[in-house]
């Protein structure tokens, strides 16, 4: 009885070994990511192996997603809820890989690959008692009407997703293989130009969390924004693009010793 008992932990052990192996991980960030917001992930999951994998729980830190069944060669995609607290560059949390198959004695697990790193921006939080409207008449002007009118086209920008479609140019979005919109003469809103340093907040995270909040509002609303960093000058200007590249900006604010 001890050596039939024996036996079936051992052939079970191997089972339940070879169920995780051969196994690649693969997880997608969203472009934008910020710090303590909860976000929705993709998980990749591909088997190499010739036969299937059963009960695979994949863990990303405090999150986990369940694969009940994975054919041999075969990949699935699942979303994840994910919550990074802190902004800047970082290592994803450490993954695993978790089953119970082929009996639930026993809960296998083996660590996960590397999921790669992501930049967490700043968590936006709104300071309305430094408005847009105020920023606008400390600089000695008024707004002027937003993007979107009727007017003569001034330039074209990349599509943030915000503006109306009959603003989106189709000829020029199919020749470059993005969307791009037509911005006019006659809408143009005042350009706004953020200095975290002068921004209120108790400390430089909340200043960051005023401008993430700012820049948000802006390119809302259509009107172009820029930042003024202690080395770095940054022109106003619209577009999804130039929003990564403000974000990334203030996401790796003070990794440099001119910026703090």
Request: with cysteine; hydrophobic share 40%.
């Amino acid at each position: 009885m001890d050596a039939s008992l024996l036996g079936f932990m051992a052939v079970s052990g191997l089972i339940g070994r070879y169920n995780l192996a051969g196994l690649d991980l693969e997880v997608v960030m969203p472009d934008e990511l910020f710090a303590s917001v909860e976000t929705l992930a993709s998980v990749r999951l591909y088997n190499r192996k010739k036969f299937p994998t059963f009960l695979l729980t994949v863990e990303i830190g405090d999150s986990s997603v369940l694969f009940p069944l994975l054919p041999g060669r075969q990949s699935a995609r699942k979303p994840l809820s994910l919550i990074l607290r802190h902004r800047g560059c970082h290592p994803l949390p450490p993954g695993m890989f978790r089953s119970c198959f082929p009996v639930n004695f026993f809960v296998r697990s083996f660590s996960a690959p590397d999921a790669g790193e992501s930049i967490v921006f700043p968590t936006p939080r709104p300071c309305r008692e430094w408005s847009l409207d105020n920023q606008g008449v400390q600089n000695g002007r008024q707004a002027a009407s937003r993007r979107g009118g009727d007017g003569d086209i001034e330039r074209i920008a990349d599509y943030s997703g915000h503006e109306p479609l009959k603003m989106i140019h189709w000829k020029l979005s199919a020749r470059q293989g993005d969307l791009l919109v037509k911005e006019l003469a006659d809408s143009a809103g005042e350009p706004l130009l953020i200095d975290p340093g002068k921004l209120p907040g108790r400390d430089i995270e909340e200043r960051l969390s005023c401008a993430t909040w700012l820049i948000g509002e802006s390119l809302r609303n259509n009107r172009p924004v820029g930042l003024q960093l202690a080395d770095k000058l940054i022109p106003p200007a619209t577009g999804r693009r130039h929003r990564l590249q403000l974000l990334t900006e203030l996401a790796l604010y003070g990794s440099d010793p001119a910026e703090t």
